[in-house]
């Protein structure tokens, strides 16, 4: 299928700005591009009952966490989010928005992880950060107020792969249990891909960014076959919480998010897939832009609410114009 005409109209916008590849520019650049970028995209800022930064214990350092809390007091359903950025670039402040959406909509509590960044730290400094950051959640819930029987891990793109890895230490280490992973968009294979550089997308998106990006993640080459690096490579993916898979259309990840998936199933995993049609990567966090990424996050809020036991609304893809299932 052809781009979305939103999508059309966006990279259109972004050419005609003189927007540069965020892989041609130097690290703070690009931190600071990709923070703008999310934010002009994310929509109107919605407003939650309650949000807090804290610190959490870490393995290296403090970790910073962004809490989002609709109304209760008591103990709420709590998903554990870890946001993208190819393991290099975002912070609690590029998860703000789609946190804020999923907290009201689910409803729930988000807790957004701040993991330490490559290339000043190096895989698997993120992984162990995020599962850190979990255990003590699931460990201390009395303190931060979650419900550890409704206990989920998510993330869009980079922060996707990280809820996956986080998934398979869980169940190696025998907790936190875990309800549900809600993985957007996510890297689960980083070994070189084969096909085309461009990926049709000079501008955004393309294999010149995974490549980039996958550079500064990984130290050694050979750690792209570590399956806490690449999910896909796991040899079981047996007893891991259900998933819901959302792709992109037009996204060099696609391809390796769905194989997940198909492994996943495979596995006895239960798995909801949605490709969206026409759709590039980082729609999820764009619902200001693209349609598409506001019935995405609905979507979730929609597989969160049935994972948490909250009720059952219908599905994005129910929509007119929707997307395409799996």
Do not use: K
């Amino acid at each position: 299928m052809a781009l979305d005409p939103q999508v059309v109209a966006y990279r259109a916008e972004r050419a005609a700005a003189g927007t540069a590849p965020l892989y041609t520019q130097t690290l703070a650049e690009a931190r600071a591009a990709d923070l703008a970028a999310i934010r002009a995209g994310a929509g109107a800022v919605e407003p939650v009952h309650e949000v807090r930064d804290i610190h959490l214990p870490g393995p290296d350092r403090p970790l910073p966490v962004r809490i989002h809390r609709p109304a209760g007091d008591g103990p709420l359903p709590t998903l554990v989010y870890f946001f993208g950025g190819g393991w290099t670039l975002g912070s609690v402040d590029t998860a703000d928005g789609i946190c804020r959406r999923l907290a009201n909509a689910t409803p729930c509590q988000t807790v957004t992880v701040g993991y330490r960044l490559a290339p000043e730290h190096r895989f698997p400094a993120a992984v162990d950060d995020c599962y850190a950051a979990l255990r003590r959640l699931a460990g201390h819930a009395e303190e931060y107020r979650v419900d550890p029987d409704r206990l989920a891990v998510g993330g869009d793109s980079a922060g996707g792969n990280l809820a996956a890895a986080v998934t398979l230490l869980a169940r190696a280490h025998g907790g936190p249990r875990l309800a549900a992973q809600l993985l957007v968009y996510p890297n689960t294979d980083q070994r070189p891909a084969a096909g085309p550089a461009d990926d049709e997308d000079a501008l955004l998106f393309n294999r010149h960014s995974v490549d980039w990006y996958r550079r500064h993640y990984l130290a050694d080459p050979a750690d792209a076959a570590h399956p806490l690096a690449s999910p896909l490579l796991a040899e079981d993916l047996s007893g891991l919480p259900p998933a819901l898979m959302i792709t992109a259309e037009h996204d060099p990840l696609r391809d390796e998010g769905e194989r997940y998936a198909g492994r996943l199933r495979n596995a006895g995993v239960p798995t909801d897939l949605t490709r969206y049609a026409g759709m590039i990567h980082g729609f999820f966090a764009m619902p200001g832009v693209f349609d598409a990424g506001r019935r995405a996050q609905e979507q979730a809020a929609a597989f969160l609410r049935n994972r948490f036991g909250l009720g059952v609304a219908s599905a994005a893809g129910s929509v007119a114009g929707g997307p395409d299932r799996g």
